[in-house]
């Protein structure tokens, strides 16, 4: 007697007659739950590709540009636009307003220059004593007060009011739509909060081109600074520089020097750091191998002053109220200018070179919170100090402990930054990472550059500057790998 294999029952009757095989499922059937089984798989077929087949093809025919408006993304879109447009005739009343108090300020002062002359040609007049000397006596005081006013509107008021060129602007780079596939198109504003969920982390913004001097690449990025719109201002230390990249662009703009190296006025020689002076509108740089600190107009200058003479600069910043310090590597101490002071005054280090706390022993940047207290990052020590304000020595706040790669330890710090919890970013030059420290810790945290010195992304070799923008997130100058990364500070 045979008996019939196992796997050929069928699997619904459990019939030995299964003679048809199903290479979808791998299971047999006898002839008559075969039939029964294409007709499950027919409608399966209907019911979950055909019907959704149909259902996505009715979607999508029902997307037509009539109906695009309703998509949330064009809700964004619309109301960016609504709060630029705001923001744009809010800005322009203000400047309206403020023009109208500029000139009613000066009518009245130009009505109290005017009152004695009125008051002399009345009395001249009705006495009828006058001569020819009177007249022209008079008439020199009339058009003196006739050229102040014409003074005023011509060139007072002219620059007083300053309209930046909007054909300047790269409108395209205020709002626009990047298809990034497979995701979404995403929409970008530079005059909206960034959703932080959605940056990758982290992001080249300037460079990544290689090495050189064309307008999509860097040379040896050192110092930057983020202004509030997101356009950073970098100093490119070989290319004797200073470049303006602009929030999503892809190049950047020349700004300050470019003129070959040199120490004519528009000229710069090995620059370490730039800052925006908001309230002249001015950038202020360090040309280090000039030695000097040049004040250099932001909008279309040509020619910077010298402002500072004889001084190590590598590192600057300024205070809330307009002071500016800088880091003088070559005599080991900050100092604090006020505008047209050349002089300044000492405000951490000027004992020599060393490791006390009143010491510093080559200073590279330095940064000022909002107490006054005053951070620099001593390269030589390997270790951040902080100076209180007023303050004879400093205490030490990261480093400290000898040249090295331990959590506890820093190599040629250069850049750093502090937040406004006060947690501290350091720019390990030679380690190739930046390091984090929290107030009071006796350690830090290693941010960026956990794998080492490299060139892919999280990766750093001999980072420089430092920067943050309003809303936390912090931009390093990748010195060696000629880029300008962003990472998100969560």
């Known amino acids: 007697m045979t008996t019939e294999n196992e796997s050929n029952l069928c699997s619904i009757c459990n019939k030995s007659s299964a003679k048809c095989f199903c290479v979808g499922c791998k299971k047999y059937f006898c002839s008559k739950d075969f039939k029964e089984h294409e007709q499950q798989l027919s409608t ?13 093809l009715d979607q999508i025919q029902k997307l037509e540009k009539s109906n695009y408006s309703s998509l949330d993304f064009f809700d964004r879109i619309e109301q960016w636009k609504k709060t630029t447009i705001k923001k744009v005739e809010e800005a322009a009343e203000k ?40 007249m022209d006596h008079l008439k020199q005081k009339l058009n003196e007060v006739q050229q102040k006013v014409e003074n005023f509107f011509q060139k007072h008021i002219k620059r007083s009011v300053v309209i930046d060129n909007q054909n300047q602007i790269d409108w395209n780079q205020f709002i626009y739509v990047r298809e990034e596939p497979p995701k979404s198109p995403l929409l970008y504003s530079s005059n909206l909060k960034t959703n932080a969920e959605s940056i990758e982390n982290p992001v080249i913004v300037a460079g990544g081109n290689g090495e050189g ?24 230390y070989n290319n004797h520089r200073i470049v303006r990249w602009k929030y999503g662009a892809t190049a950047g703009r020349v700004v300050a020097g470019g003129n070959g190296e040199g120490n004519r006025p528009n000229q710069l020689r090995g620059p370490t750091n730039v800052i925006i002076d908001k309230q002249t509108d001015n950038l202020i740089i360090c040309d280090y191998r000039n030695k000097r ?9 040509t020619n910077g002053e010298t402002i500072i003479s004889n001084v190590g600069c590598l590192g600057s910043t300024m205070d809330d109220d307009g002071f500016l310090y800088i880091a003088d590597f070559d005599k080991h ?23 006390h706390l009143d010491q510093l022993n080559n200073p590279r940047y330095v940064f000022v919170d909002r107490n006054h207290s005053i951070y620099v990052s001593d390269y030589s020590n390997h270790r951040v100090m902080k100076w209180m304000n007023g303050a004879k020595q400093g205490i030490v706040v990261a480093g400290g402990q000898d040249q090295g790669n331990s959590l506890a330890q820093l190599s040629n710090p250069c850049g750093i930054v502090v937040d406004r919890s006060g947690t501290i970013y350091v720019a390990d030059c030679s380690n190739h990472r930046i390091m984090r420290w929290s107030p009071g810790d006796t350690q830090g945290t290693v941010f960026v550059g956990e794998s080492g010195q ?9 980072p420089i500057g430092l920067s943050l923008d309003r809303d936390g997130n912090l931009y390093v100058s990748d010195q060696r790998n000629h880029r300008v990364q962003k990472f998100l500070v969560n």
């Open 95 to 134: 400047a309206r307003h403020k023009l109208i108090e500029l000139i009613e300020k000066q009518r009245i002062k130009t009505i109290q220059q005017i009152e004695p002359i009125t008051k002399e040609i009345r009395r001249r007049q009705e006495e009828e004593n006058f001569i020819e000397n009177d």
């Open 44 to 56: 399966k077929f209907d019911n979950e590709i055909v019907r959704s087949h149909d259902e996505l």
């Open 213 to 236: 001097s064309e307008m999509n690449q860097l040379n040896c990025p050192w110092g930057l600074n983020v202004d509030d719109d997101q356009t950073i201002y970098i100093a490119e």
């Open 293 to 301: 600190v040049v004040r250099w107009p932001r909008q279309n200058g």
């Open 454 to 462: 490299g060139s892919q992304m999280k990766q750093l070799s001999y």
């Open 333 to 355: 101490e900050v100092r604090r200018y006020q505008m047209e002071d050349h002089q300044g005054v000492v405000v951490a280090g000027g004992n020599g070179p060393g490791n």
